[in-house]
């Protein structure tokens, strides 16, 4: 499950240094770089809808942050 964000990605590594990228790579996983070629023929591949990819990104990131506030309570 991977819920990372361009927009914080690109913060961190701007601002947070090596340590913070690592911790947030570990929380929200790594985004994808570059082109996904082949990714149709992948096994277990398939198409989503844009409302579907939200949704389910959504989903993952207030459980990942849910965790998180859990940790630091």
């Not at 340590?19 to 070629?37: D, I, N, Q, T």
């Not at 591949?45 to 959504?58: D, H, L, N």
């Amino acid at each position: 499950m991977a819920a990372a964000s361009p927009a914080e990605v690109i913060e961190i590594r701007d601002r947070g240094g090596l340590a913070a990228m690592a911790a947030y790579e570990r929380r929200y996983g790594v985004l994808a770089e570059g082109a996904l070629h082949g990714w149709r023929e992948a096994d277990g591949a398939a198409e989503t809808t844009r409302q579907e990819f939200e949704s389910t990104w959504a989903a993952a990131r207030e459980i990942l942050d849910a965790d998180r506030t859990e940790e630091t309570t």
